[in-house]
Every structure is written in structure tokens, then in C-alpha cells.
């Protein structure tokens, strides 16, 4: 079992950053992905990135160059970097540890 929750979400104008960061109850090396997904009001859940525990990381194409995951040297925080937003990047952002354990989810708003 692990616990993951999630912080850093807010309302940002377009152009701005955000960081979001995910806290395991304990520590994430025993899981190889660990990820980062989305779901916006009307929409599927979508995934957004991942990292493995070898540091191997993937994006959504809409995101690329635009965010960033990573996790800390201690294995128990994973990050999401998210940079040069737009309005639909808004959504609740939550942390997966592959494949059954999800946050409670944060909220990202982007508007102006």
C-alpha cells in the first residue's frame, strides 16, 4: 500500500508556472512507473507523464517541452513542472503509482 497526495494546484494566467508535487506515504522505488494524468470536466482521465524508476520519462505531445516530471533523490516525491500554460491544461491533475494507486487529485485552473 501507499498513500500519494498531491499539492500545488491553483489559478495561474496563461504564460505562468505551476509546480506540482506528489507525496508517497512511503517509498516509490518498488513501483517502476510512477505518473502524472489529467481529467478535465467532460473528459477522459488523460495520461500526461511518467517516470520510471530508472529516470526514463515520457509526455503527452500537447505537453512536450512545456512540463517536466522528475522525483527527488529520497524516491518519496515526484514532481511536475508545468510551464508556459494554456487555458486547456486546466483540469485536476492526479499522481499515479502504476498501476492501481491515485491521489486525491489537485486542481489546475488557467485563465485570465
Known amino acids: 500500500q501507499v498513500q500519494l497526495v498531491e499539492s500545488g494546484g491553483g489559478l495561474v494566467q496563461p504564460g505562468g508556472s505551476l509546480r506540482l508535487s506528489c507525496a508517497a506515504s512511503?517509498?516509490?522505488?518498488?513501483?517502476?512507473?510512477m505518473g502524472w494524468y489529467r481529467q478535465a470536466p467532460g473528459k477522459q482521465r488523460e495520461l500526461v507523464a511518467t517516470?520510471?524508476?530508472?529516470?526514463?520519462?515520457n509526455y503527452h505531445d500537447s505537453v512536450k517541452g512545456r512540463f517536466t516530471i522528475a522525483s527527488d533523490n529520497a524516491k518519496t516525491t515526484v514532481y511536475l513542472q508545468m510551464n508556459s500554460l494554456k487555458p486547456e491544461d486546466t483540469a485536476v491533475y492526479y499522481c499515479?503509482?502504476?498501476?492501481?494507486?491515485w491521489g486525491q487529485g489537485t486542481q489546475v485552473t488557467v485563465s485570465s
Open positions: 517516470i520510471t524508476s530508472g529516470g526514463n520519462t
Open positions: 512511503g517509498s516509490i522505488s518498488r513501483f517502476h512507473t
Open positions: 499515479n503509482a502504476f498501476p492501481n494507486f
